[in-house]
Each structure stands twice: as C-alpha cells, then as structure tokens.
C-alpha cells in the first residue's frame, strides 16, 4: 500500500503560479513511477504529468509543456508538480497517483494508488 496526500492548491490569478505537492508513505517510493493528473467539473479525469523512478525521465500533456514542472525527491518521498502561467483552463481538483510501472504512462488504469486531491482554481 502507499499513501498519498496532496497539498498547494489554492486560488490564483491566471498568469500566476504555484507548487503542489504528494507526501508518499507506505511502500519503498523510489520503486514507484508518478503521476499528476486532474479533473474539472463534469469532464473525465486528465493526465498532466508522469516521471519514471529516478527522476530522468518525465513526459507531460501538450498544453501543460514549457509551464508546468514534475519533479521528486526520492530521500523525503515527495513528489511535486511546479504550474506556471497558470490559465483558467488548468482549474480542476489536481490528483497523484503511483504507478507500479517504471514509467507510467497517461492512462488512469496505469496507477494504482491515488491522493485525494487538492483544488486548484485559477481566476481570469
């Protein structure tokens, strides 16, 4: 089993940014491949952001290239997803999740253990 508990959403203004965050705990972290995904009111659930184990490898949705930044600590078990430029359109409760594969790619049924969320809205 591995726990996942996301923080740093919160409300900005569209050109803005921010850090979210997924504290890991449970299962060894490092054997884990990650990812971030979101989901708006009344749409399915979107792939944002995968990275493989170590950290080397990273793969992103096309519109969340050159703003957005996944990235991990594997020491401290924590996971990150730094959003810039921030648009109303990134406005969705944003999820972790951890893969058992190396390195995940964007379908949902790739991962087997989910956050609950955290709300990020971004204002016009």
């Known amino acids: 089993q591995v726990q996942l508990v996301e923080s740093g959403g919160g409300l900005v203004q569209a050109g803005g940014s921010l850090r979210l965050a997924c504290a890991a705990s449970?299962?060894?972290?490092?054997?884990?491949?990650m990812g971030w995904f979101r989901q708006a009111p009344g749409k399915e659930r979107e792939f944002v952001a995968a990275?493989?184990?170590?950290?080397?490898?990273?793969n992103y949705l096309d519109s969340a290239k050159g703003r957005f930044t996944i990235f991990r600590n594997n020491v401290v078990n924590m996971l990150y997803l730094q959003m810039n430029s921030l648009k109303p359109e990134d406005t969705a409760v944003y999820y972790c999740?951890?893969?058992?594969?190396?390195?995940?790619?964007?379908?949902?049924?790739?991962?087997?253990?989910w956050g609950q969320g955290t709300q990020v809205t971004v204002s016009s």
């Open positions: 999740a951890a893969s058992s594969a190396v390195m995940p790619g964007p379908g949902v049924n790739e991962y087997d253990y």
């Open positions: 449970g299962r060894t972290f490092s054997r884990f491949g």
């Open positions: 990275i493989n184990w170590s950290g080397r490898s990273t």
